[in-house]
């Protein structure tokens, strides 16, 4: 099957994929979160920017190598977790 989506590595380079991401990022702000985060779904239907630096990952490990934090909205233990590891 060909490569029908754009994923992001570890390092945060685009590659070809023929499976969809798993986790949703936004580049800009560096946050990853749940396909059926709130908050993402709610900043997709709004329009403008947001969708333009939309990325996706194939898993979280890729994610958080790849720099992005987890999403407080659709993920509040994964970024409790960081937040408490930052502050430290």
């Not at 029908?4 to 946050?31: M, N, W």
Request: hydrophobic share 40%; proline share 7%.
């Amino acid at each position: 099957m060909a490569a029908r989506y754009t994923l992001r590595d570890h390092a945060d380079r685009p590659f070809p994929s023929s499976q969809p991401g798993r986790f949703g990022g936004h580049a800009k702000s560096r946050i990853y979160g749940r396909l059926d985060c709130r908050a993402a779904i709610a900043a997709i239907a709004r329009g403008g920017p947001y969708t333009r630096h939309r990325v996706f990952f194939a898993d979280e490990a890729s994610a958080v190598s790849a720099g992005y934090r987890p999403c407080a909205v659709c993920m509040p233990q994964a970024y409790a977790l960081w937040k408490a590891r930052r502050d430290a």
